[in-house]
């Protein structure tokens, strides 16, 4: 068998008895690593906003507010999130995807985007706002 | 239900700034489960690093052999001394008289004693990887039972080179470092390294019985085949992958044949510009487009920054088509339409798109030849989100009308799976490479382990 031969660990067998899933430590050990990277996009969102806060005319202002998009847009794809929902589009209502504005007795059955929800992996972070479509 | 895998490959990556290194199940090729995919977390954790990343550095001190970030942290120390780390092994690893290289006396920037060569110093380096991967299987509740890994380790192709003789260097180098690693131990994974006089007489050691280590070898391009098309219902036989690296550009078409995976040598193209060319098209555009910065320490100081903040600049130049950069308390503005208008970097796009032109028209025939219905085109490597790169896997060529060409993405969807939650995607690429080396199956490796 073509193998390294480990000098250390359990001598009983090839494997364990149980085979586990992805551990929480590996987990955490990735998003970790994710957020190494994230950091930075960070640091540079606060110097921009401070950059706005500041900011004494117009071309200034939009300077500093287009620095503090792409930091925020730096970061947010180093941890891996996403935006979903065509702002404009229609899609049928899920109460797990959508922040429903002014809802009715009854949920619709369609609705229309009016703000775009953020994810990460699968998970939902942030659900897309949305309108009851007319 | 949960499988049990009953052996587990282990493959090593040389990057040219970090290494890295992945197990998976052997069996992963024919039941496919991303869950039981294990980077390893190579580094220290707590020491505000990406732990899966270990920094390809060995630095010769006064008394001392310090590796990875230590030997980082202690060459900027001295840099101002001319002193400086071994860097790069990938580099090394790519020539083609490796003996002849690695015979070489280091540097004296590098080695002032005069006592290394650089085979010794590799060695040196191997070794600390090897106890590092030691360390982190120990570290993993998954393989820490796991008496024995099929080993192998991942290379750019060696254009034009014997294969097989440069594996058999690579093989006894990895042998001594285990011998090395044997009597050193714990040691090498200190921050204080290891004393001059321990190391030489380890290696002299590990030299008088040499010995090889049994492993493979599988090159990048079909690794990277590997990740991209594991647990597809629907892989194609045929790929083409384009590698954007920092030094090459390399394309290279690949073709199934029963379980093997083979590549289609007529494909088979590198240019020499890529990553660091790119680098210094955007680096020159700026400057020439900031005036006011026009004495010589003025545009030094704006090359520096550039080259500095190079990575997030491209991400956002590339994925947004703009980047702006804060110098001296002034926004400077980066355009990508304003790259594409440099005369190099149009020499460079009409040169790509010909090499890439060529390989799609071998791959086409390839898989026209084989009755085949489906190319798959991807991207790699730190230059794969630039548009033009996407536009050109994008890229149907003319009469294959009977063939489908599907890009897939540079981070495969199985990455996304629900088990990592979200948080292996962002960190994919960058372990690519070593987690596809230990998806693919024998097939697809260059050098099979002797077993």
């Known amino acids: 068998m073509a193998a390294g031969k480990r ?53 200034e202002r939009s300077e500093a507010m287009a620095l503090l998009d792409q930091a925020l847009i730096r970061a947010v794809r180093r941890r891996g999130l996403t935006r979903f929902g065509a702002t404009g589009g229609r899609e049928p209502y899920d109460p797990a995807r959508h922040d429903l504005a002014e809802p009715g007795e009854r949920p619709p059955r369609t609705v229309c985007i009016v703000g775009q929800g953020v994810m990460r992996g699968c998970e939902i972070l942030a659900p897309a706002r949305v309108r009851k479509a007319p | 239900m949960t499988h049990a895998p009953e052996a587990w490959t282990l493959c090593i990556d040389f990057g040219t700034a970090f290494s890295k290194a992945a197990v998976a199940p052997c069996d992963a090729w024919s039941r496919f489960d991303p869950a039981m995919v294990r980077p390893l977390m190579l580094g220290e954790r707590d020491i505000g690093a990406n ?14 052999i310090l590796f990875g970030p230590a030997a980082i942290e202690r060459a900027e120390a001295m840099a101002s001394r001319k002193r400086t780390a071994l860097r790069s092994f990938k580099t090394l690893l790519s020539v083609s008289d490796l003996d002849r290289a690695l015979n070489t006396a280091a540097a004296g920037s590098i080695d002032p004693h005069r006592l290394f060569s650089m085979r010794d110093l590799v060695v040196f380096y191997l070794a600390y990887l090897l106890a590092a991967i030691e360390r982190a299987v120990a570290a993993d509740p998954i393989l820490a039972p796991v008496e024995n890994f099929e080993r192998r380790y991942a290379a750019p192709a060696w254009r034009g080179a014997d294969s097989a003789g440069l594996h058999n260097v690579v093989v006894r180098l990895f042998g001594e470092a285990e011998a090395v690693a044997e009597v050193v131990g714990e040691q090498l994974l200190s921050v204080r390294g290891i004393a001059i006089k321990s190391a030489r007489s380890a290696l002299a050691a590990a030299r008088t019985t040499p010995r090889v280590l049994d492993m493979g070898l599988v090159f990048e391009a079909p690794a990277a ?25 390399d394309i290279t078409a690949l073709a199934r044949r029963g379980k093997r995976m083979e590549e289609l040598p007529e494909a088979r193209i590198t240019l020499k510009q890529a990553g660091d060319f790119i680098d210094r098209v955007i680096a020159n555009c700026t400057l020439e487009a ?162």
């Open chain 2, 51 to 64: 732990v899966f990343l270990l920094e390809s550095a060995v630095f010769v001190d006064e008394e001392r």
């Open chain 1, 7 to 59: 000098k250390t660990g359990d001598t009983s067998g090839k494997r364990g008895p149980k085979a586990k899933r992805t551990t929480p430590v590996l987990n955490e050990a990735l998003a970790e690593a994710a957020w190494l990277e994230a950091d930075a996009a960070l640091a540079q969102a606060l110097t921009a906003f401070e950059l706005l806060s500041q900011a004494d005319t117009g071309r």
């Open chain 2, 225 to 249: 085949a590997a990740y991209t098309s594991i647990g597809l219902e629907d892989s194609a036989a045929h790929m083409v992958v384009i590698d954007v690296g920092a030094g090459t550009t």
């Open chain 2, 290 to 451: 900031t005036p006011w910065a026009r004495s010589q320490a003025h545009q030094t100081a704006l090359w520096n920054a550039l080259m500095r903040n190079m990575r997030d600049i491209k991400d956002s130049v590339f994925l947004d088509g703009r980047a702006m950069l804060r110098f001296e308390g002034r926004t400077i503005n980066i355009a990508m339409r304003d790259i594409e208008k440099d005369t190099d970097f149009r020499a460079f796009l009409r040169e790509l798109t010909r090499a890439y032109s060529r390989s799609l028209e071998v791959v086409r025939a390839a898989a026209l030849f084989a009755n085949r219905r489906e190319v798959q085109a991807i991207a790699v490597g730190g230059g794969s989100s630039a548009p033009f790169v996407q536009e050109l896997i994008r890229r149907k060529p003319p009469n294959s009308a009977k063939l489908h060409f599907t890009p897939r993405p540079a981070t495969p969807e199985w990455a996304h799976a629900r088990e990592f939650r979200g948080n292996l995607a962002p960190v994919f690429p960058q372990l690519a490479i070593a987690i596809g080396g230990a998806l693919a199956p024998e097939g697809m490796l260059a050098v099979a382990p002797a077993r």
